[in-house]
Structure formats: C-alpha cells, structure tokens
C-alpha cells in the first residue's frame, strides 16, 4: 500500500541527531535542505555550527541544496560561509522546485533526503515526487508553549502515523550511532 503523501520516512528531534554518515553508507548522495526552523530559527543568518555542518557534509561527499521559500537576497546571506546551491521562493509543496532541485543535484530521488520542519510544505512536497524524507522538530520547541494551530494540526497527524511502518522507512538509515535520536524518539512534535 502507498504510504500517505502526508507522512515522513522518518523523524529527527533535530538536525544535529541525524546521522549523515549512516546516511551516506545507505547510498543517498543528496541533501535538500529547508532553512527557517530547520536550521536556525526563522530569519535568522547560518551560525558558525551550521557553517561547520555543511564543511562536514562536503567532505562527507554529500552533494547540498537549500530549497527554501525564501527570496535570493536572505539566502545568498545565510550561506555566505556555505558551499551549496539553492532554489529560492521554491513554492513548496509544489513539485517544480524539488524536480529543479534533483535536476541540479544530478541525482536520481532515491539517493536524495529532503530534510524540514513542515509537513504541508517539505514533506508533503517530497513524497509528492517520491523523494525520501526527515521531519526534524521545528528549532524553538517548547513542549509547554501553545503551538499553533499549524502545528497543533501537524501532531495530530504525526500521532496518527507513528506507529505505522511507513514513516520508519528510513530510521535504521538515521539512527545509528544517533544516541539523541534514540533517546527522544518516541517524542514526536
Ligand atoms: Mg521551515
């Protein structure tokens, strides 16, 4: 059966827990990237940690691209210190950005991982084209604050499919040697 275009492959409390070079010896070559919540909070510039991700991506072998909604100008900004290519005002969950974004990388969708914080954006337009894919928490999480309608809406639909296969698809890719992975993956949004 066809898993939900809803559902990820898997869940990352954050970015920092997923393990890339696990990654990288199940064969994925790419990584697209969402920025706002996902990497630093909204609007803000890369810090000197998210610079070094992207250094240790690079030398892993990776091949990074940042498919962001936002324009040219904020983006060019955050990756002043970062070598990769981005697709800016991608209109996700639309497909065009994404299928531009394997265009570019070179890579067919199966040896690419979409990695964000939005299910109605990142993910829903990754399984949209088949491409495999990471919710990672959105940055700022507070498990006493109101989040939102959105989000209040996301973890209804996260709880709906966590026990379900289908959004385990890539975990035993994420979570070797990923101790904070394990240690809160049952903490789903
Ligand atoms: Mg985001």
Known sequence: MRAPLLCPWAFAPEVRAIDFE???????????FDVDNTLVPHGADATPEVDALFAQ????????????????????????????????????????????????????REQVVMIGDQLFTD?????????????????????????????????????RYEASPAMGRLNEAIRKE?????????AVL
């Open 22 to 32: 696990a990654l990288w010896a199940a064969g994925f070559r790419g990584l697209l």
């Open 57 to 108: 991506l690079k030398a892993l072998g990776f091949r990074c691209l940042i498919l962001s909604d936002n324009g040219p100008a904020r983006l060019r900004r955050f990756l002043q210190n970062i070598d990769a290519d981005f697709i800016d005002n991608a209109g996700k969950p639309r497909k065009k950005g994404y299928r531009e974004a394997l265009r570019r990388l070179g890579l067919p």
């Open 123 to 159: 993910i829903l337009g990754a399984n949209r084209c088949g491409i495999p894919n990471i919710l990672v928490r959105y940055i700022g999480y507070d498990p006493d604050a109101d989040p939102g309608k959105r989000r209040r809406l996301e973890a209804k639909i996260l709880r």
């Open 178 to 186: 990923a101790p904070v992975y394990e240690q809160t993956e049952k």
